[in-house]
């Protein structure tokens, strides 16, 4: 049996898969351009991390840095175990999914998982994060096998660009923030490191 994909436009998937308590503030976990570009309101802010993720740039992206016909490249989380990823958390009301769902929109799910925030003092929390799996229609997967991988995806970034801009951009700035956070992320940063080379 093959496993259906879930769409390009997931909002009406993930408004029946989750439904949300109207008077309940929910915790968000961030770690791509959720953690540089805040377009939406929060109620409280602190650098977090969760387990067991890390980030790859294998999100096919057709809305915001690249187009249906020549998508960009953006950042999704793949299960590997003994990982931590580090973002940012964000408790919102629950009505601004709404605009997150449309932001999301392109192959991404909201899953509940355990954020660990540092705040003062530190805690844990059940939170959502945006992730777009292997199974959705948008999902590029690698550039090249191995070492290759982030020297490929530069040049796919490089190339791209969409509504909200430059592919590049969403890598430069995703690096930035991740440094404000002093978050090491060798595959981020290689793939800053040769779009620079490239002259980004
Ligand atoms: C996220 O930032 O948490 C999700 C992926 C993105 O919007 O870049």
């Known amino acids: ?35 540089y570009k805040v377009d ?47 973002g940012m958390a964000y408790k919102v009301s629950p009505q601004v999914f709404e605009h997150l769902d449309h932001r999301e929109k392109n192959g991404y799910l909201r899953l509940s998982t355990t954020l660990h925030l540092q705040s003062e003092p ?26 290759a991988d982030e020297r490929e995806i530069a040049r796919h970034i490089a190339n791209a660009r969409g509504p909200s801009g430059p592919n590049d ?5 995703l690096a930035e923030a991740l440094r404000s956070l002093n978050a090491n992320d060798p595959h981020v940063f290689a793939i800053e490191r040769y779009l620079l080379e490239r002259g980004a």
């Open 40 to 86: 939406f309101d929060y109620l409280q802010r602190t650098p977090a991390y969760i387990e067991n993720w890390q980030r790859r740039f294998w999100q096919g992206s057709h809305d915001h840095r690249g187009t249906p016909d020549a998508p960009g490249r953006v950042a999704t989380l793949l299960p590997h175990t003994g990982a931590v990823c580090m």
């Open 122 to 147: 530190p805690q844990s929390t059940q939170g959502l994060v945006y992730i777009a799996t292997e199974h959705n229609e948008a999902f590029l997967g690698p550039a090249a096998e191995g070492e």
């Open 1 to 35: 049996m093959t496993e259906e994909k879930a769409p390009h436009d997931t909002q009406a998937l993930n408004k029946s898969r989750c439904t949300l308590d109207a008077n309940q503030p929910v915790w968000l976990f961030g770690y791509g351009s959720l953690i």
């Open 169 to 173: 951009e969403y890598v430069l700035r």
